[in-house]
């Protein structure tokens, strides 16, 4: 990661660059051009201008991603950031952060996610419309610049960013997978949130659980804003969790030393910018659910939910912090609550709207279309399972108790 190597080509005709025969179709109205960075140190001035200036999410916020790179990017997988550029005037269009590794005698390059990045967004410099064409030619510029792979595998990406046309999302070669995004917008006065955007039966439930939830001792929801305070509620959101998964038989990758740290450093980095936070539900003295969100660009994403499920019965401390934080985002400004990636039922409970997710699954050389052709097979083999609700729950109930005995 400490090389300063890049790599440029354009779409177009330009002075000083050469035309990359994989970009000569991608139109003459079109022209990007894109260099390649293998390095941190030569695209932080430029991504920190635009996660400021442009469009990102709180998932491509720089220190995010370099602590992606540092902490879980495997040894012999190599980083490229690819900077795309309006090839006549120079100037920034997006940056995307991609990896390329080694995966069964083959290489793959995708997004740089390692498990903790739930969507693969580029940074945008500013809120001009994407087209396919406008998309696909920009992808051509990138192909161009990065080193050869066997297929290319980005997943997670949403339809738009912060209302914005997700350019990864219009390429030709994407599908819609079977993830989905949910979340809320916020508006209106804190005090009546919950009322007006949720269901009705979800507003009943929560003021019945605050009221539960009260009789333990005072109920409030607790910022960590000290080192100190980072530390114990991230070790207690720890503890829950752990425990919590143990118990349902489901794996996590708080299980894996390298995840601790990573998501341990942001959380304290977060205090300098409030771009991470902990936040913990507290009855009296005691936790009954620990939180951890990101916060950009008026959004909060809810990140990792800890609970003492045991600690009242038949009342959720889960679904009480949500409620409760939404009116924290609400009063602090923001106006979108994003409850990432997943369908639970908890979501539709709250009154969350859903968003499929697109997915870019493309081989390029005979060893890739193995692996593509598996991708794509599960992901029909996962869709079906899942159209068959008694079927999925069966499955469920194998993988929980598969784990259970693993552990």
Request: some cysteine; glycine content about 8%; hydrophobic content about 45%.
């Amino acid at each position: 990661m400490t090389s300063q190597a890049t790599r440029r080509a354009a779409i177009a005709d330009v002075p000083d660059q050469v035309l990359s025969p994989v970009v000569a179709s991608a139109g003459a109205a079109l022209h990007y051009s894109a260099r390649l960075h293998t390095s941190f140190d030569t695209i932080k001035p430029l991504w920190l201008f635009l996660e400021a200036t442009g469009i990102c999410t709180g998932h491509q916020g720089f220190f995010w991603v370099e602590g992606i790179a540092r902490r879980l990017m495997p040894k012999s997988a190599e980083l490229l950031i690819v900077e795309v550029s309006d090839a006549a005037t120079g100037d920034p269009v997006m940056l995307l952060p991609l990896m390329r590794r080694r995966a069964l005698g083959h290489y793959v390059i995708e997004w740089l996610s390692c498990g903790v990045c739930d969507y693969s967004a580029p940074l945008l410099a500013d809120a001009s419309p994407w087209t396919r064409q406008s998309a696909d030619a920009a992808w051509a510029a990138v192909r161009a610049v990065l080193p050869p792979a066997d297929r290319f595998h980005i997943a997670g990406i949403p339809q738009q960013i912060h209302g914005i046309a997700n350019p990864l999302a219009l390429l030709s070669a994407a599908r819609d997978s079977i993830q989905i995004a949910s979340g809320l917008v916020l508006d209106g006065e804190p005090e009546t949130l919950i009322k007006r955007i949720c269901k009705p039966s979800f507003a009943k439930n929560f003021h019945k659980h605050c009221r539960r939830f009260a009789q333990l001792g005072k109920l409030d929801l607790v910022e960590a804003t000290t080192p100190d305070m980072v530390e114990q509620h991230f070790a207690t959101l720890l503890e829950l969790r752990l425990n919590r998964f143990r118990e349902l038989g489901r794996s996590d990758l708080l299980t894996q030393a390298p995840v601790v740290e990573f998501y341990r450093d942001a959380a304290l980095h977060g205090l300098s910018d409030g771009s991470v936070r902990l936040f913990g539900l507290r009855a009296g003295q005691d936790y009954l659910a620990v939180i951890y969100v990101l916060v950009m660009n008026d959004t909060l994403h809810a990140l990792l939910l800890g609970i003492d499920q045991d600690a009242v019965p038949n009342v959720s401390p889960g679904l009480t912090t949500i409620g409760k934080l939404m009116i924290w985002a609400r009063a602090h400004g923001l106006d979108y609550f994003d409850l990432s990636v997943g369908s639970q039922g908890y979501k539709q409970h709250i009154g969350a709207s859903g968003a499929v997710l697109a997915e870019l699954c493309e081989a390029v050389t005979l060893k890739g279309r193995g692996s593509t052709a598996y991708i794509r097979l599960r992901s029909k083999t996962e869709l079906f399972v899942r159209s068959k609700p008694g079927l999925y729950k069966a499955v469920q109930g194998v993988m929980r108790r598969l784990r259970r005995l693993k552990n």
